[in-house]
């Protein structure tokens, strides 16, 4: 059996939500169908997956890895009708961050404190790569049940 860092299997669960989230936009029959929201629904599949996207790129990429990515919460939420292929952009440049810095960070570097306050808390490195995951992988979740709801 093989030994893997922790920001080693971190970089390949993110990059593997990304993935699946590409995978889920590609999914959706009709294009519009990922701006809808009813109900209770506060937030549509193009949203979360911009979101995702916004986050990792954020967080990994500007925050970690200083790329100079800015970021535009709120737009993540408000933007609609954005073309299928302009999300599936952006997460594409979010899986090509995650290899880039987490493949710069050793394990030592995780446990020292991520340099931004999460609701005013304060993570390790490595605390907060595995909330990051969680995070990914609890919006893929919604975008799947989403899709499923539309099209059953």
Known sequence: MTTESTVSSIS???SDGLQKTIA???LY???DALWIK?????NSAGNLALHIAGAVNHFVGAVLGQNGFVRDREKEFSLRGIAREEIISQLKKA???VPV?????????TFREFPEKIGGNVFSVNLFLIKLVGHVNYH???IN???RLLQS
């Open 29 to 31: 029959k009709n294009e």
């Open 12 to 14: 390949k669960l993110l």
């Open 140 to 142: 893929l979740g919604q």
């Open 38 to 42: 009813e109900g209770d629904i506060n």
């Open 101 to 109: 810095v987490l493949g710069n960070l050793t394990d030592e570097d």
């Open 145 to 147: 049940y989403h899709r």
């Open 24 to 26: 889920e936009v590609e």
């Open 95 to 97: 899986m090509e961050v």
